[in-house]
């Protein structure tokens, strides 16, 4: 192994075997020989380590093809000496990225990716080139070739096998200075990687994905850890709902900071798990318990464990609009139920928008067979929807600009009085056997 370093980056340089003689060929390479140029290539494996922070960036792979002497042990990640050739470098995935022809280690000509259609058409233009004020560019492609035997033990045919080609361009400066070509940034000569894009889709940015919470944490998220209160994921069996679930802490919006500054910490838990009711035609039903710290009210403390148990057949033939809209709905059902036992009395004071005959349901539960708003033009009515809605929006762009009304209709659902068109719009989502509807299927 070689170590050097390049760029405020630790370079490690491992050289690969290559049983299969697996190699590239440029523009100089002799076809007629191939026993002869095998000779004259070598594959590296370079992995970029940050010096700071000593973590490794990303990888590639270094193809080198010599037209001077000297030995490749010799030659190493930009600091290649009197070496006449290509550099080609790959992505870790196997991608050709981009490569440099060489004489006498100075930069000839700059080598990048292009599609077969590219080449075709550049090789329509007048000698297949395009030509700016000081740079210069051909269109060409390189070979791929590998060693390959054909029959069985004792009457095998041998030889190298063509594989394909790689599509490229080779740019050079008109003027004298061709070793500055492509030097900006100090990448004159090396790998260039891809652009990489985190987790919140910022791309160069440096937030993180979290396995232990199911976050994206840092960077531009505002989270610079695990969101310290825990929703409980219970529903082994249905893949397509834990997906959803499982995006419910990426979701921004408004109502899932509301959720998820509700049901946290050691204190509240929300555990949502499926229940067998075939027939029925509740999506949800919400159990709430809860214990206070002294035992005797609120002013020590307590803590929450609210159930939600979702309707097996929302699981398994609603879309996963309405299934997304359907754990909205039953976490809301959680806040309210929440939010009354800590308010008591002044619920009413507190929610004035909130239908009496749901909060204050038989035996003192919330009924969910009742509306949750009192009006349908209500302030806090019309400022959830208009949250709900945006929320789902977000989540499948394609529903949000073809219609308007499915959204509309699987929001309200529940929470407002709804004409007999929304239901029928709603019903077509809740159960995807009707063919129907215009969500996401899971």
Known sequence: MYIGKEDNKIVYEVELANPENLMVLGQKANRSNLEQEVKKHTIKLLLFEDEKTKKILYASYMSLEKHSKGEFDKLHYKNLGNFTGTVLYYHFTGQLANGWNYTNGRIAEKIAVITEKQFDQ???????????????????????????????????????????????????????????????NESGGGYFPPEYTDCAGVAGGTAIWNNECNTCIGGTT????????????S????????????????????????????FGGTAHKLIIKPKSASGSMTDGWHTPKLT????????????????????????????????????????????????????????????????????????????????????????MAVNFLDKLEKALMQYNTNLSTSDPDVIKAICSAGILNQSNAQRLLNSAERDTRQNNFKGKKC
Request: glycine share 8%.
């Open 222 to 233: 505002g989270l610079t850890a695990c969101p310290p209160r825990e929703i409980i994921d």
């Open 292 to 379: 206070l710290n002294n035992g005797y009210n609120f002013s020590a403390g307590y803590s929450v464990t609210s159930t939600i148990e979702i309707n097996e057949d929302v699981l398994n033939y609603a879309t996963k609009d309405y299934i997304l809209v359907t754990i909205y709905h039953e976490a809301l059902h959680a806040f309210l139920n929440v939010e009354k036992n800590r308010l008591g009395a002044n619920f009413s004071n507190v929610y004035p928008d909130v239908n009496p005959l749901y909060i204050n349901g038989p035996s003192g539960q919330i009924d969910l067979t009742k509306a949750i708003f009192v009006s349908n033009h209500s302030v």
């Open 235 to 262: 529903l082994q069996g249905f893949p397509c709902a834990q997906s959803i679930l499982s995006e419910l802490p990426k979701l921004n919006d408004t109502i899932a900071k509301i959720i998820q500054s509700t």
């Open 122 to 184: 550049l090789q329509t233009q007048t000698q297949g080139d395009i030509r700016t004020e000081a740079i210069i560019c051909q269109s060409g492609f390189a070979d791929k070739y590998q060693w390959t035997c054909v029959g069985v033990p004792g009457y095998e045919n041998c030889g190298f096998t063509y594989i394909g080609q790689e599509y490229v361009t080779y740019c050079s400066y008109e003027e004298e200075d061709k070793d500055y070509l492509g030097n900006e």
